[in-house]
């Protein structure tokens, strides 16, 4: 299949993915990434309940950032964990699932609930290239001071700006501006901060 799509790249698809563009997900470097995020993440779990002191240090070395007093209520569910930077004095609540083949990017202050998903991968549309695996993914970014009710997933490529309110259970599917709430499946605004 690499062939069909790939003929004049010489990228691996680990080169490809990080690129942001078409890529099948089957490369080494990629799996003993994900192998380490999962492993990370439990050791986080596992230290927030024995030795929460020491529990940080797993997140840390999980995380791309983490910002001063940010905290991540454990479980936490992962592709990678390298490409998600989460700002100062963020909380997010547990069970976060965040599939960050693309960069997810949390600002300061910001407020995740329970259950929240940012998944940052696509597939095609079209059936030939999704049977064969193809994939790729888009960025995601929350500005400072964002709360995101419980249960909140958020799609590919979505920016929401600084101070907006998301409400529990929405779906994101385009941007949302700054100083605004916004609800419902797709997520549209109903009222500006």
């Not at 597939?123 to 009710?149: F, Q, S």
Request: aromatic share 6%.
């Amino acid at each position: 299949m690499d062939v069909e799509y790939f003929a004049s790249d010489n990228r691996s698809n680990r080169e490809r993915m990080l690129a942001g563009e078409l890529y099948i997900a089957d490369d080494p470097e990629s799996a003993r990434v994900a192998q380490r995020a999962i492993e990370l993440a439990d050791a986080y779990y596992r230290a927030t309940v024995a030795d929460p002191e020491a529990a940080r240090a797993h997140l840390e070395a999980l995380l791309g950032t983490l910002g001063v007093d940010a905290y991540v209520k454990p479980p936490l569910f992962v592709d990678y964990g390298e490409n998600i930077h989460i700002g100062a004095r963020t909380f997010v609540n547990c069970n976060l699932t965040a599939l960050d083949v693309a960069p997810i990017i949390i600002g300061e202050d910001c407020q995740l609930g329970p259950n929240v998903q940012l998944l940052t991968p696509t597939h095609p549309v079209e059936p030939g290239p999704r049977r064969d695996k193809l994939e790729a993914a888009k960025a995601i970014t929350l500005g400072d001071n964002v709360w995101l009710g419980g249960g909140v997933i958020v799609c590919p490529g979505v920016t929401i700006g600084d101070n907006s309110v998301i409400g529990a259970g929405a779906v994101v599917t385009r941007d949302i501006p700054a100083n605004v709430v916004a609800v419902g499946n797709p997520a549209r605004i109903v009222r500006e901060i």
